[in-house]
């Protein structure tokens, strides 16, 4: 069975997410690939959820950054496809994230059940 480069586990209303590029996890194209997929399947999730929480696997990191040994066989054009795709990713989880975390503080101070409007 092929090792998932990002994952997650229910813990409750907790998404426990992981981290698992050995021995650093460091963020290659195909980690960031796996993380974006993840938080794509924890949206659809998104009503069950009150907490996510992210770590890394293993003893030595919780994350190395970029995983410059993979900067080698880049180009130009393929530098900027792949920036670009990072910001996708990124720029994906902050949007859906940043609205709904301010939907939930509001909805929390007034008791009342959140009204996510970012799908």
């Known amino acids: 069975m092929e090792r998932k480069l990002a994952s997650y586990e229910m813990e409750g209303q907790t998404a426990i997410v992981t981290i698992d590029h050995p021995p650093m996890n460091a963020l290659d194209a195909a980690t960031k690939e796996a993380i974006g ?3 794509k399947e924890l949206d659809d999730r998104r009503q069950e959820i009150r907490a996510v929480v992210l770590h890394g696997a293993g003893e030595k990191a919780f994350a190395a ?3 410059i040994k993979t900067f080698l066989e880049l180009n130009p054009d393929s530098a900027k496809r792949r920036l670009s795709r990072s910001h996708q990713i990124y720029l994906w ?4 994230t940043t609205e709904d975390m301010k939907e939930g503080a509001r909805a929390f101070i007034e008791k009342r059940k959140p009204q996510y409007r970012c799908r």
């Open 37 to 39: 997929k993840v938080f």
């Open 65 to 67: 950054g970029a995983d």
């Open 93 to 96: 989880a902050n949007l859906t």
